[in-house]
Every structure is written in C-alpha cells, then in structure tokens.
C-alpha cells in the first residue's frame, strides 16, 4: 500500500471517530428535555429538574466546542507534517532510539495537555463552579498537572523505553516480553495502586471507630468477608461528586470511602452501597477484567509486532526513516477501530457485572437503601436520567439510573 493511501486511511478513521461520537452526542441532548420515568419523578423536584438540565446542556454545547477545536488542531498537524516536525526536533536532542522516542512522545504529550489546559481550566473553575460541584483551587488544578506530568514521563516513559529496548534485542518477538512487562505492571498496579498512587493525590485515613464501622464490619462477617482495610479519602478538596471503589486482592484489598459519599447519604444507604462493591469482589470481577485486559493487551503487542517494522507506517505521517515510534503512532489509530469494538465489549461486560454487584447487595443486605443511594448521588451529580439508548450501549459502563431501579425492584 502506499503510504499517501495509508495516509488518508488514518486522517478518514480519525474523521468517522469524530462524526460518530459527535452524532451520538446529538442524538443524547435530543432527550435532555424529556420527562422523567415515573419510577425516578422522586429523584429531582422541578427546579432540580431545571438545573439538571441546563448543567447537561452547557457541558454539551462546551464539549462540542473543545472537542471540535481538538480535532482541527489535530487535522492541521497531520496535514502539516507535524510529526516529521517533532521527529527532527527528538533527533536534534539524542541519536538514540530510545532517547528519541521518549523526547517525542514527551513533546506530543506536553502540547497536547498545553493546548486542553484552557479547557480543563474553565470546565472546572467555570462550569462545575458554576453548578456547585468545584471545591477545589487554582494551586490544587495545576499541582495535580505537574504530579501528572511527573507519573506520566516516570511510569510511562519507563514502560515506553522497556517495550522499545525489548524490540531492539529481539525483534519481532519482542511483543511476548512487551506483553509481560505490561501484566506485570498492570497486576502490581491492581494490588498496590491505592497504597502507592493515590496518596500522591489525595488524603487517606482509615474509617473512624463508631456506628457506620461497626455496621459496616457487621454487614461483612455475615457474608464471611475480611474487610480489615475501609477507607476514607478527601474527594471534598476537588468536587462534591461523591463515589466509593473497590480496589486490589487478597492482603492488599480495601474499600475506599468519598468523605462526600459519607456525608450526603445515611450509613444505611453507605453499607448498601459498600455491599455493591463487595458483590464485584464475591463475583470475582476484578479477576475477570484483570484477566481480559491482560488477553486484549497481548493481542495488541501481536498485532503491533506484525507491522510495527513497516517503513510504510513511517512513511504515512511524512517520517522517511522507519522508527518504532512513529510506526506507534499510526498503528494506533489504525488499530482504533478494533479498540472500538474491545471497548463496545469491556462496556457490556461492566454493565452485566453491575446488575451481578446490585443483586448480590439486595441478597446480602438488602435493595431499598441501595435505591435511595442511587437516588441521592444521581441528584447530587445532577446526572442525566434519560439518556439515548445508542448513546448507552456505545459509552455507558454502567446501567443507567432507570434500568438498575428496574433490576433491584424485581
């Protein structure tokens, strides 16, 4: 094939991506205005209601604007030669493939972000201000860049130069060492994630002696669960939006806490919603993502390795030497469409095991409370309760409001 052909494959997924997403996003805001299922008429009083609907609105209209930006920008920069530009500049600063790969990734990354900061800026301090979800500051916003920044040169940078210097030494096997390395990492993350990352960003303290403890640890004897580890941590110092997640196995497992969670819903409807989060453990679905991630990614080293050598890859985004890097980057949005399908996948699968987890709650404790949790934190986050079929099944990981009151009342 040649690479003008190639090309204009790439600028064309690129292009089809964006009109679908946009299309469904239409498709969505169309029932912004719909009246509510008479199951969930409790959920928002009228001016509720009202402001529900103008917050979706405005996150519509302003995700329209600075996705619609981004896309021209990346347009422009695959029409102007953009990553030939970079390449030379990488190449200017080492003449190692390494060294030039991370120096290149490094500057697409740090514009990419430069360029979304306004955005970011003003969805937070305007938007979500605006709507009451902001509690956070101006030092908080850029800290948690830099601290971003910082994870992504180290931890990406390092499994970046560990896959390039496996391809160097082995070839076209080097996706069986690449896929180790990256299951490796992706196990040791899943243990130790909330014990090594989060503290950079947030505050953790174990759950406080008292009634909401005791009720929590009695709910977990009875369903023979050794929960030593609850958590709370300060998800107040960025939003109100309030959440809870299971994390990691075995000695390492714990439950994590929102303080908002805590404070916007009664210990009831918080053990209810623990109970949840307990059902995707007892239903092994941590194993099961774990595992099906670990499959998807060692298709994706195989299928790179089968093309990552080709000049034509290169040659398509104006790069005249072969180069893992450059090759990478085209791969990737080749290989999106297949990404689209994976994820159209992973979201079925994550829907299902949310019913899994919210019977498992109604069996062990009990459906009325999760209800009313679900009830509360879908007000609080003023949540779309009547979004697009089609823009569910394509983007939803979870069951919307609507189908998980209709499965708990069952």
Do not use: C
């Not at 003008?4 to 498709?27: M, P, S």
Request: proline share 3%; hydrophobic share 45%; net charge neutral.
């Amino acid at each position: 094939m040649e690479p003008q052909t190639l090309f204009y494959i790439i600028i064309g997924i690129i292009i089809v991506n964006f009109v679908i997403d946009k299309t469904l996003g239409a498709l969505n805001a169309k029932h912004f205005n719909d009246a509510l299922p008479e199951e969930l008429n409790d959920v928002y009083n009228v001016e509720e209601y009202k402001k529900s609907q103008r917050y979706k609105k405005e996150q519509y209209r302003f995700g329209l604007l600075s996705s619609s930006i981004s896309i021209v920008a990346t347009l422009l920069f695959f029409f102007l030669d953009g990553f030939a530009l970079v390449d030379g500049w990488a190449r200017s600063f080492s003449d190692n493939a390494i060294g030039i790969a991370l120096i290149f990734f490094g500057i697409i990354v740090f514009a990419s972000d430069i360029l979304s900061l306004p955005f970011s800026y003003y969805n937070t301090f305007v938007i979500e201000e605006k709507y009451g979800f902001n509690k956070t500051n101006t030092a908080t916003f850029f800290f948690d860049k830099l601290k971003g920044w910082a994870m992504m040169a180290v931890v990406g940078g390092g499994l970046l130069a560990g896959i390039i210097w496996f391809y160097q030494i082995t070839g076209s096997n080097f996706w069986l060492y690449a896929w180790g390395l990256v299951t490796v990492f992706t196990v040791f993350m899943n243990l130790f994630y909330a014990r090594l990352i989060v503290p950079i960003f947030n505050k953790q303290s174990p759950l406080e002696d008292g009634s909401l403890r005791t009720k929590i640890e009695a709910y977990a004897n009875t369903v023979h669960f050794n929960l030593a580890n609850i958590f709370v941590i300060d998800g107040s110092k960025r939003s109100t939006k309030a959440n809870a997640y299971f994390s990691g196995f075995g000695r390492e497992k714990r439950i994590t806490l929102y303080d908002t969670l805590i404070n916007d819903l009664d210990e009831e409807e918080i053990v209810a919603v623990l109970a949840h989060e307990v059902g995707h453990y007892k239903r092994k679905h941590i194993i099961y993502n774990l595992t099906t991630s670990v499959l998807l990614t060692g298709v994706t080293f195989w299928l790179l390795s089968l093309f990552i050598g080709s000049e034509t890859l290169s040659a398509a985004l104006g790069v005249s030497e072969a180069s893992f890097h450059i090759g990478l980057v085209a791969f990737g949005i080749l290989y999106s469409p297949i990404s689209e399908v994976t994820s159209l996948f992973m979201n079925v699968l994550s829907r299902k095991f949310e019913y899994q987890a919210d019977n498992y709650a109604k069996e062990t404790y009990a459906g009325p409370p999760l209800i009313s949790a679900l009830k509360k934190l879908s007000k609080n986050s003023l949540s779309n309760l009547t979004p697009h079929p089609a823009f569910v099944f394509m983007n939803y990981s979870h069951p919307t409001m609507l189908e998980r009151f209709r499965n708990l009342k069952k």
